[in-house]
């Protein structure tokens, strides 16, 4: 079982920064492919960046490759959203998601989900 928390979300003026965290229980969490998927009101949860168990591989949606950047700390225990260049059209609640079968976009695919993080980007 592994139990996922995440943090780091707030409101923030558009241009600006913000790094999400999402630290994971359990010793088990460097055999884990880690995601970040978000969900705006009125829309179904969307895919955002994967990173393999090692880091050594990631992917990103479209609309956000250049802007954020997926890493992890294994010896932490904690995945890390940076978000840079935001826009409006980001505001959404940022979920973190473990994935035993690897690195995927696809929300079905992912074993355990936080409970997510507010993220709010004004004009």
């Known amino acids: 079982q592994v139990q996922l928390v995440e943090s780091g979300g707030g409101l923030v003026q558009a241009g600006g920064s913000l790094r999400l965290s999402c630290t994971a229980s359990g010793r088990t969490f460097s055999s884990y492919a880690m995601g970040w998927f978000r969900q705006a009101p009125g829309k179904e949860r969307a895919f955002v960046a994967s990173i393999t168990w090692s880091g050594e591989s990631t992917s990103y949606t479209g609309s956000v490759k250049g802007r954020f950047t997926i890493s992890r700390e294994n010896a932490k225990n904690t995945v890390y959203l940076q978000m840079n260049s935001l826009k409006p059209e980001d505001t959404a609640v940022y979920y973190c998601?473990?994935?035993?079968?690897?690195?995927?976009?696809?929300?079905?695919?992912?074993?355990?989900w936080g409970q997510g993080t507010q993220v709010t980007v004004s004009s």
């Open positions: 998601a473990a994935a035993r079968r690897g690195m995927t976009g696809n929300a079905f695919t992912y074993d355990y």
